[in-house]
T-cell receptor
Framework: GNSVTQMEGPVTLSEEAFLTINCTYT??????LFWYVQYPGEGLQLLLK?????DKGSNKGFEATYRKETTSFHLEKGSVQVSDSAVYFC???????????????FGTGTQLKVEL | GAGVSQSPSNKVTEKGKDVELRCDPI?????LYWYRQSLGQGLEFLIY????????KSGLPSDRFSAERTGGSVSTLTIQRTQQEDSAVYLC???????????FGQGTRLTVV
């Protein structure tokens, strides 16, 4: 079945530090890949996505590249801010291959804390 | 509506009681999903609706869990004879077509005591 593995948290960084959160996946076919973010006290929000190999998703200074050869979708940001403190979830959708529509399979989440 | 709305936002119930959780999706969204977010289990898929039918119920953890959707809009997730392990945040999401971005509600935090 489908699965997503992402690095354990919590991750604590100083402001302006470089961020990488690793994510690898196992899936049937060619899934779509996503990063969702959950800010404190808020619901899940889509941060970025990529739908095919070598696509790069980007938003708010975050980037992730769909790497089919390594089945990875690592999240990066060159300079984090305190306001980036949140829980980040990597996820995939097999786009209905298993009859579940846009059903998402999530990683366990990585908590990021950015300090001044 | 402007976004996915879930009610109640918090629910505390006694073990053995039944609970109903409500999801009001974005107007016009035909696909609706329920997920559960709990410590130790992460975010788990429960059930998917397309219109009023549920093509995928594979994530419902036991027969104590059921869900329905009426009028292609509001959905209710029912948990019968609640157990302490049912304590979690229950999230609802909707999307406009089968295979596009899903928008999430704020969730219902269920605590079984």
């Amino acid at each position: 079945g489908n699965s997503v593995t992402q690095m354990e948290g919590p991750v604590t960084l100083s402001e302006e530090a470089f961020l990488t959160i690793n994510c690898t996946y196992t899936a049937t076919g060619y899934p779509s890949l996503f990063w969702y973010v959950q800010y404190p006290g808020e619901g899940l929000q889509l941060l970025l996505k990529a739908t095919k190999a070598d696509d790069k998703g980007s938003n708010k200074g975050f980037e992730a590249t769909y790497r089919k050869e390594t089945t990875s979708f690592h999240l990066e940001k060159g300079s984090v801010q305190v306001s980036d403190s949140a829980v980040y979830f990597c996820a995939l959708s097999d786009r209905g291959l298993t009859g579940g529509g846009n059903k998402l399979t999530f990683g366990t989440g990585t908590q990021l804390k950015v300090e001044l | 509506g402007a976004g996915v709305s879930q009610s109640p936002s918090n629910k505390v119930t006694e073990k053995g009681k039944d609970v109903e959780l409500r999801c009001d999706p974005i107007s016009g969204h035909t696909a609706l999903y329920w997920y559960r977010q709990s410590l130790g289990q992460g975010l788990e898929f429960l059930i998917y609706f397309q219109g009023n039918s549920a093509p995928d119920k594979s994530g419902l953890p036991s027969d104590r869990f059921s869900a329905e959707r009426t009028g292609g809009s509001v959905s209710t997730l029912t948990i019968q004879r609640t157990q302490q392990e049912d304590s979690a945040v229950y999230l609802c999401a909707s999307s406009s077509q089968e295979n596009t971005e899903a928008f999430f509600g704020q969730g219902t935090r269920l605590t079984v005591v």
